[in-house]
């Protein structure tokens, strides 16, 4: 044997080495995590690839029905005795979009020779209400998931996830927002914040994700009635290479085995409440196709 093909058998020897023993590290700290020893959401990732959503015809194609309105959300003052965590949470991320939007508000109405925090008669404030719907101000509305330690029966790996769809409507004559939550039990991955880096295992990392958007594009809420989504779903932007490489992330529901199951690291909510979010999406998120404040925030 020749000098130098021993020394490339060394080195091919010592790369296969290295190689196993990375997937024996990693196996070994997905095992101590409890992480799945292959995906929980059937299909993932290709089933959450654009071009495999299902088509008229197709298993598990349907479409979308009216939304109903929904009941209002709770107020601030509700919020605070229901959720005074949740409630923290969400007021100073809500005080800085207040700010901005108090902004236009104010503007648009203005250059119509509109003063807000005035009297208005009833057709003035109708003219008002037709400037400030063309802006997208009110109902204006954004959404913030969040794991906390809990004991909860919906609590896994004893954390439990919260949605919070947040919305405020716009007063001109109080110049004023009034502001309301809706708020559902929800998981992602296994649940563990620390394992928000690990891809396919840990939860959707913090990040501030745009909602309802993949590849800068649009798609709102989109039904669809496989178990693993039923009844539907909204994409989230980054679509691909959003923080620690994760990607192919959505907010989304599960029927039979599915429901409220483990995820590869999108947000499930069980499906009636998947419904009831789409009823608040449709009617209280005027700025739903704005990628600007069309936002998930994720926080631990």
Known sequence: MSRSFSRTTHHLAGVVLAASMLLASTSAAWAASGAPARPVEEGWPQSHFLENDPKPGEPGYS????????????????????DPDGYQALLSE????ERTLLSKARSTLKSSGITPGSTMSAATLRRADALLAQTAVSPYGFLKFRLVPSNSTYARNGYLGTLYFT???YSPVTDSYKWYTASWPA???????????????????????????ANRVWYGYQPDARESFAPGKWRLDPWTGGPYGRGYLEVHGGINEHQFAATNG????????ISALKSYYDTKM?????????KLTVDY
Request: hydrophobic residues 30%; aromatic residues 8%.
């Open 286 to 294: 005027a700025n739903k196709k704005d990628r600007s404040t069309a």
């Open 266 to 273: 999108c947000i499930r909510l069980h499906p009636g409440n």
């Open 63 to 82: 479409e979308a029905a009216p939304s109903p309105a929904p009941p209002q959300g709770m107020t601030d003052a509700r919020l605070r005795v229901v």
């Open 187 to 213: 998981r992602s991955g296994n649940n563990r914040p620390r394992d928000q880096r690990v891809v396919g295992v840990g939860p959707i990392p913090e990040y501030a994700w745009v909602f309802g958007f």
């Open 94 to 97: 809500r005080t800085a979009r």
């Open 167 to 169: 919305y405020g409507i």
